[in-house]
């Protein structure tokens, strides 16, 4: 497993923006595919955004597309997660993932897929 630690979270209003970065260490992270959840109060967690290994392929959730991008940094370890037009209901814990094993455009979206987690970092959006 690959050790992952967030940060960027916050308070923000809506129409915003906010930066989330996930660092990673322990394991060669060019070998992982890599995702970004969210988990809001009450709610399951949920695939927001997630990218493969080179950074050639990204996916979305259809309620963060146009509004969200998620990048990667293999030289630096890093994956991002750069969010424009915040809306309330974005408001949640949001999770870094690795995933280590072979994936498929499908399996990357799905939450046990992926064998490395964060901690996870509260993002706020007021009306």
């Known amino acids: 497993q690959v050790r992952l630690v967030e940060s960027g979270g916050g308070l923000v209003q809506a129409g915003g923006s906010l930066e989330l970065s996930c660092a990673a260490s322990g394991r060669p992270f060019d070998k992982y595919g890599m995702g970004w959840f969210r988990q809001a109060p009450g709610s399951e967690r949920e695939f927001v955004a997630g990218?493969?290994?080179?950074?050639?392929?990204?996916y979305y959730a259809d309620s963060v597309k146009g509004r969200f991008t998620i990048s990667r940094d293999n030289a630096r370890n890093t994956v991002t997660l750069q969010m424009n037009s915040l809306k309330p209901e974005d408001t949640a814990v949001y999770y870094c993932?690795?995933?280590?094993?072979?994936?498929?455009?499908?399996?990357?979206?799905?939450?046990?897929?992926?064998?490395?987690w964060g901690q996870g970092t509260q993002v706020t959006v007021s009306s």
């Open positions: 990218i493969g290994w080179s950074g050639s392929a990204t």
């Open positions: 993932a690795g995933l280590s094993r072979k994936y498929t455009d499908y399996g990357i979206r799905r939450e046990n897929e992926y064998d490395s």
